[in-house]
């Protein structure tokens, strides 16, 4: 009777209290499906306020760095950038001026070819014309031979000279010369053989060569007074210098 008065009471204890009776493994059981919520809340808890120990930033303030240090390779990058980018312009001006050099050079080449072309077409008979000036100065002092009086034929007005000291032969070779060399004279003008006579002109060395001086009281100093032979151009350059006589009164 009294073992069945206590396990009733033992039973009806349970009853009241059924958490306070528990085996081990079942209190073991409930603590380890606690604590699980305990350590969530203690995490979430110490990384909001927990101080870090090395002086660093929080997580937070390290997500700040982060961007700065990106924008400071990003400057980096593009000072180098911009660096290579003055390297090419000075490049490119460089063979820019390189180019610009060269068409001159090229330029300057094909006009330099051209005024030698055109001097070698201009002057390719110059040594035969400086051979052939001189058959036309001996024309021209076979004609200064025969003086001007006789250079034609008589007639009933010249009174003073005799009919004799004509002598039409001679008339007729020097209108034969005269004809000869002004056909020279002419053909050789046609290709850029011109003869000049530079009496009365004044004294220029480039075309005229000064074989002696002497005064002349009515002409003026420095002055070509006498042509002692002509002179010749070829296509405006001088081919022989006039050889001349200047005034010199002082």
């Known amino acids: 009777m009294l073992r069945q008065a206590i396990?009733?009471?033992?039973?009806?204890?349970t009853a009241l209290h059924p958490r306070?009776?528990?085996t081990p493994l079942r209190a073991s059981a409930a603590r380890t499906q606690l604590a699980p919520q305990h350590a969530i809340s203690f995490r979430a808890y110490s990384s909001e306020n927990a101080p870090v120990k090395d002086g660093s930033a929080a997580p937070a303030q390290k997500d700040g760095e982060q961007p700065q240090a990106e924008a400071k390779a990003e400057d980096g990058e593009l000072a180098a950038l911009k660096k290579k980018l003055e390297t090419k312009e000075k490049e490119a001006l460089?063979?820019?001026?390189?180019?610009?050099r060269s068409v001159a050079d090229f330029r300057n080449l094909q006009d330099r070819t051209t005024r030698d072309m055109k001097a070698a077409r201009d002057f390719a008979i110059q040594k035969f014309a400086?051979?052939?000036?001189?058959?036309?100065?001996?024309?021209?002092?076979a004609l200064a031979m025969v003086p001007e009086s006789k250079?034609?034929?008589?007639?009933?007005a010249s009174s003073d000279i005799s009919a004799e000291e004509y002598a039409k032969d001679l008339a007729s070779l020097y209108e034969g010369l005269k004809m000869t060399e002004d056909i020279l004279v002419s053909t050789l003008a046609k290709h850029g053989l011109e003869r000049f006579s530079p009496e009365g002109q004044k004294f220029?060395?480039?075309?005229?060569?000064?074989?002696?001086?002497?005064?002349q009281p009515d002409k003026e100093d420095n002055h070509v007074f006498h042509v002692q032979q002509k002179g010749f151009k070829l296509n405006g350059r001088v081919l022989r210098a006039a050889k001349v006589g200047v005034v010199k009164n002082a």
């Open 20 to 22: 306070a009776i528990q």
């Open 204 to 215: 220029n060395p480039n075309e005229h060569d000064a074989t002696f001086m002497a005064p």
């Open 7 to 13: 396990f009733r009471s033992a039973r009806a204890a």
């Open 151 to 156: 250079r034609s034929a008589p007639t009933s």
């Open 130 to 141: 400086k051979d052939l000036i001189d058959s036309v100065d001996n024309l021209d002092r």
């Open 94 to 100: 460089d063979f820019k001026d390189r180019y610009l």
